[in-house]
């Protein structure tokens, strides 16, 4: 299953045409829409009541650890040089409100660049947003059992993606939730767009997500219900890389899926990553930290 989530309607519109889905009115509390195999919820804006639907659809709709999650919708950028309907996928979601940070996992090759993204109180003008960074300051965080370095990647602004993020992360693991924002304005100016022309250029934006998005999705989705088995040869070196980084469970698993996944795409060179991992096979790392920057190398060389 393939859950959704967009705040308004007319983000949703080219996912609800691509996946030809259909009002489910089974569900009363929040306006809900099914296709074959996917459902998409629309939260309605503001972090506050974007969590309230997630949890309650999420609730209602229990994922199983095959499912993924995929939170869409626009965002506001300070950079007037990135073009409207520039789409991002997100490496790090702040709420303004609390301070809060969270760092999902990108775990594989996606087809858009990665962002930054900071969830406020209100919409943005103009002159609001020209007072804000720009680009997101590097940080360093360990989270769901990695660490992760956020480069100093474009910032955008929104009003619920927080929200979403926090309603999720109990029921999904976190390389199941994936949270994509295109940039639909560079602060909002209320005289010089008529709400249609708004709504319109909403769904304009949103189209190029659906349409790239999707496709990749379903190649994980499919991936994770029916994983291909790796070589021997992968299988000794995931075995022999597990020991020498001293990786948890989760940061085990992390490494199998990138092995499989660059094994689905034919891209596995294990001869350059045995040369990369050469100094912890020869000498195994003697912290879990050391280890997990060692399987970000291998997802900075091969991602």
Not at 272 to 298: F, I, V
Request: proline residues 7%; neutral net charge; glycine residues 4%.
């Amino acid at each position: 299953m393939l859950y959704i989530a967009a705040a308004l309607y007319d983000e949703a519109i080219p996912f609800l045409d691509r996946l030809s889905m259909k009002k489910n009115t089974s569900f009363s509390h929040f306006d809900l829409f099914s296709g074959k195999d996917a459902l998409l919820l629309l939260t309605k804006t503001g972090a506050i009541r974007a969590a309230a639907a997630v949890a309650s659809l999420l609730t209602a709709f229990p994922p199983q650890k095959t499912d993924l999650f995929l939170s869409v919708g626009t965002a506001a950028c300070p950079d007037s040089e990135t073009p409207a309907g520039t789409p991002f996928l997100l490496q790090q979601i702040t709420d303004a409100a609390s301070g809060r940070t969270f760092f999902p996992e990108l775990i594989f090759r996606a087809p858009f660049a990665r962002a930054a993204l900071t969830t406020v109180p209100r919409i943005l003008t103009p002159e609001a947003l020209n007072c804000l960074p720009a680009r997101a300051a590097e940080a360093k965080s360990v989270q769901c059992g990695s660490l992760w370095e956020a480069p100093a990647a474009p910032m955008l602004y929104d009003m619920e993606t927080s929200g979403v993020c926090e309603a999720a992360l109990p029921f999904f693991s976190c390389e199941q939730l994936f949270f994509c924002r295109a940039v639909s304005d560079h602060g909002v100016d209320a005289h010089s767009h008529s709400p249609n022309d708004l709504r319109a250029l909403v769904t304009e934006c949103m189209s190029r997500c659906a349409k790239e998005l999707l496709p990749w999705l379903t190649r994980l989705h499919m991936l994770r219900k029916a994983p291909p088995g790796l070589s021997q040869e992968e299988e000794d070196f995931c075995t022999a890389a597990i020991r020498a980084l001293r990786l948890t469970v989760s940061g085990a698993e992390q490494l199998r899926r990138l092995l499989l996944y660059l094994h689905l795409s034919g891209s596995a060179d294990l001869e350059k990553m045995y040369a990369l991992l050469e100094k912890p096979l020869r000498m195994p790392c003697r912290a879990k930290k050391e280890g997990l920057s060692y399987l970000e190398l291998l997802r900075e060389e091969f991602l």
